[in-house]
């Protein structure tokens, strides 16, 4: 059975920082692209980075490049996303996903 877990969501201020992480388990890790994706309140759900397996060549959203950092584990099967320079806007739930499967999210909330 594929799980995935995200942890590390909060309430932070404009310009701080957090460090979201994605346990996984159930498939082979190391072999897949990992995404993260996320939904603003009221909103659809809007991609924001990947990270390819083996050359762990990365990609981000426009409005997140520069501030974010998408990075993997595959010994442990866990994935990152370092947020740095968080703006209001940001704020939404965070999902890891690979395929079709999806963690339960992680919130994380900007605001002054």
């Known amino acids: 059975e594929v799980q995935l877990m995200e942890s590390g969501g909060g309430l932070v201020q404009p310009g701080g920082s957090l460090r979201l992480s994605c346990v996984t388990s159930g498939f082979s890790f190391s072999s897949v692209p990992m995404t993260w994706v996320r939904q603003p309140p009221g909103k659809g759900l809007e991609w924001v980075s990947i990270?390819?397996?083996?050359?762990?060549?990365?990609k981000y959203a426009t409005s997140m490049e520069g501030r974010f950092t998408i990075s993997r584990d595959d010994a442990k099967g866990t994935v990152y996303l370092q947020m740095n320079n968080l703006k209001l806007e940001d704020t939404a739930v965070y999902y890891c996903?690979?395929?079709?499967?999806w963690g339960q999210g992680t919130q994380v909330t900007v605001s002054s």
């Open positions: 990270i390819y397996s083996g050359s762990g060549r990365t």
């Open positions: 996903n690979v395929g079709d499967h």
